[in-house]
């Protein structure tokens, strides 16, 4: 409603300035009246051809003063048409100061003065000018942490770092005589460097280790970085899946990123067609049924997927935009810049739960302001909360605050205490899951040798039917030869 | 048009007509089977009002060809109504949210079925005993009505069929609303109420389990949970599928040697409803199946011999089924359902009381025992 309201005066301007335009040929109607003067038969009996002089000099006549009238009433025009733009324009000042004074009301204080915002705006529009469906991870989780240190990170050098790792792990698989068009053995290849480390190039690289240390970044953002991965060789579930996601795109292996409460991991599909989960910070791929034993997935989480479920190129996008706006919460605080790039991430993947969390999050910042400003200090006292109801726009947030917690709980979220998130990571390290995990890499690389010989021994097929072909080919060939003159 | 249209039904009336005089000897139409349908299906298309407890007691009914006593039943239940109401009034939950009121029904009727309550009878106090879990035959293979909510009622023991059907049955009687969901070879309820969004009630232990606990299964396929096989709350018109399934499933146990029509007319109606409802499908794959091997029955070929599966196939309705047949199974595994091996299920079931630390959800508890 208040939306419609606001848009109301700014169309009645609109029309008023179309109005304008008629008045154009108004001012011209005179002058085609004054050309019919000419066949006046006044204007006619001044018979003096001198007359193409200038007008001004000599007549000084009725015609002249004509002209005057005519003139005055164009400047008389002239400047009620001024008048008349000068006041639309006080009004239109008037009309977005007030609406200023409102917004102030109604929306949070931007933190657009302070140092740094400005490379956040423009990772904004950097990332709204990737390709959602084509875009390349590394370019876009770039984009992303290059933000939080103020456009001073350098594209190339990040870029060339993994592509030279990249290329490292393939070289190793050829030489282990592996098969670098699979997607698993690529696959198992990045896992096992990540999580056991490997010599590449003459350099012992050790395993990425999980830093337990502030693991959500809520002292230090820059934690969750792959950046920070890099220069420590130390981790958490938000930086490694992507590192390992960036290699797995520089190795033109598919992979993607999936979700758990407070989690992310990676998923890839194997020879068999079977997804397999691949979990970083343990080292151990795991089984559906350890994942769902953290016990904070209900059945509805499921059902709409905003867990366990394979992201898509779009989906993840959704996901660096949502990073995009934690890192700025986290550097500047809540302003309308979060609230805009979440929406971005929501248009991507609307289910996306830690976009949504985030969302809300936004939400309460921005109602328990608005309603500060309103003079409602406590949210919670009820009675407090009903003067809302006066304020349109404060009430309609109030209920879109609302409306994202519902959409929340339907949506199948339970908060998962902090206690809860590292007792179910540690009890993912158990021998048990372990083994459970060697025994599917074992069968994975199993599966995977068979197939290569499958596939060798069908190349071999192949070549020697095409020899047998050819040799065909070549003995009709000679048949054909001999036969032909039997027939003439 | 009007007059095609009159001619068509004309047409069809006359093969009804021609279907009637050949086949009715080998239809086996039951009076009691086909009012049990008729009632379940005008409740789908809101010809008749809803009600569960009608559904459920037409399909009892309908096995114990008109012999059941309704009246009695529903005296019990109003019994059990006017206890649960009385709980509901002397009893103020901790629970604080705005949706009180309702849980508050649920509370009472999970307290009726699971707990033992002290009774004010003029001066002496006397002990409500609980509805008890059955051991016995758990799957009603030795009798069907093991599963029935007539039997628990008449011997207050039961199973995950007649306890969530009953539980649901008080909860809409009070006039709340309750959840059938479903996991392999069981059944349990569920909420949503404000403080928590979607639990779970487990009446064969009377435990609250989180979602952990039916995943940890081992018999829940990812993918089963995500196109609602499992675990997916089920509304009304969903339940009375579960009831045209029960239905199908009573008939075959009065008429062993039917020729599937019934059954497939119910199965058929009830997956409309709930396509993915895999009992329903896999009792249709069977169904085609025993099609089939009456087929080749005919033919005088034994089904032992695998030899003969091909060699009946080449009466087109025999391939048809078939085909058809081949189908279907596929598409129970696609969707995500594994079988569990009955033995498994009272291992699993009774591990809900083992592993109650890891799998119960202590905070509902809380809110409903005061």
Known sequence: ?????????????????????????????????????????????????????????????????????????????????????????????????????????????????????????????????????????????????????????????????????????????????????????????????????????????????????????????????????????????????????????????????????????????????????????????????????????????????????????????????????????????????????????????????????????????????????????????????????????????????????????????????DGAYEEWLGNMKGEANRQKSEALAERMKQINAEKQKQKQQEDLRKAQEQKKKESQQSNEKAQYFPIDPKHL | MKKYLSQKTIFLLSLLLLWLGTGTVKAQSNQFYNDAYQTIDNMLNDKQQYSFKEAVFSVENAYYQGKLDTDKLNREIAFLKSFANNIVQSRDLTYKQSDKDKVSKYAAVYSIMCQTLPIAIKDTVIQYKPFNYDFEDVFGHKDITNLFVSKLLATKKGNCNSMPYLYKILAEELGGEANLALAPNHVYIKHQIKSDGWYNTELTSGIFPQDSWLMASGYIHLDAIKNGVFMKALNNKESLALCLFDLAQAYNRNFPDNDGDFVLKSINRALEIYPNFAKALILKAETHKAQFEKLMDKQNLSPTNPENIKKAQQDPKAKELMELMTQEYGHIYEIGYRQMPEEMYLDWLVSLKTEREKYENKKLLNNFTK
């Not at chain 1, 992310?264 to 049924?289: M, P």
């Not at chain 1, 406590?378 to 947030?397: C, K, S």
């Open chain 1, 1 to 417: 409603m208040m939306k419609k309201l606001q848009f109301l005066p700014l169309l009645c301007i609109s029309i008023y300035g179309l109005g304008q335009i008629p008045n154009f040929p108004t001012s011209q109607v005179p002058t085609s009246s004054s050309l019919g003067n000419f066949s006046n038969p006044n204007y006619g009996g001044t018979t003096k051809s001198v007359a193409p002089s200038v007008p001004h000099d000599g007549l000084y006549n009725s015609r002249s003063s004509q002209i005057q009238q005519q003139n005055a009433k164009m400047m008389e025009e002239d400047f009620r048409k001024v008048a008349q733009e000068e006041e639309l324009r006080n009004k239109q000042e008037n009309y977005s100061i007030k609406q200023a004074l409102e917004d102030s009301y109604y929306n949070l204080p931007s933190f657009s003065g302070k140092t740094g915002t400005q490379s956040y705006y423009d990772a904004y529009n950097q990332l709204a000018s990737l390709n959602t469906d084509n875009y390349s991870i590394s370019e876009a989780n770039f984009i992303v942490e290059n933000a939080f240190y103020g456009n001073k990170q350098n594209y190339n050098q990040f870029k060339s770092g993994i592509q030279k790792t990249a290329k490292q792990l393939l070289q190793k698989m050829k030489e282990r005589k592996q098969d670098t068009e699979s997607n698993t053995d690529k696959n198992l290849m990045i896992f096992e460097y990540l999580s056991k480390g490997m010599k590449l190039g003459g350099v012992q690289h050790k395993a990425i280790k999980y830093d337990f240390g502030d693991y959500m970044g809520a002292k230090d953002w820059s934690k969750m970085f792959v950046s920070k991965l890099l220069k420590t060789g130390s981790g958490q579930c938000h930086s490694m899946p992507l590192y390992y996601l960036m290699l797995a795109e520089e190795m033109n292996a598919e992979a993607h990123l999936a979700f758990a409460p407070n989690h992310t991991y990676v998923k890839f599909k194997d020879e068999e067609g079977e997804w397999q989960n691949a979990e970083l910070t343990n080292g151990i791929f795991t089984t559906s049924s350890i994942i769902l034993e953290s016990g904070y997935i209900k059945s509805e989480a499921l059902q709409n997927d905003i867990y366990m479920k394979e992201q898509n190129k779009k989906e993840l996008l959704a996901q660096f935009y949502a990073d995009l706006a934690n890192g700025y919460a986290h550097k500047y605080g809540m302003d309308e810049f979060v609230g805009k790039t979440l929406d971005k991430a929501l248009k991507y993947s609307p289910k996306n739960i830690y976009a949504n969390l985030l969302k809300s999050t936004f939400q309460q910042a921005k109602l328990e302001y608005v309603a500060g400003q309103l003079g409602i200090k406590n949210l919670e006292n009820p009675e407090e909360l009903q003067n809302i109801r006066f304020y349109p726009r404060a009430l309609a947030l109030l209920q879109e605050t609302k409306a994202q917690f519902s959409n929340i709980d339907n949506l199948g979220y339970v908060p998962m205490p």
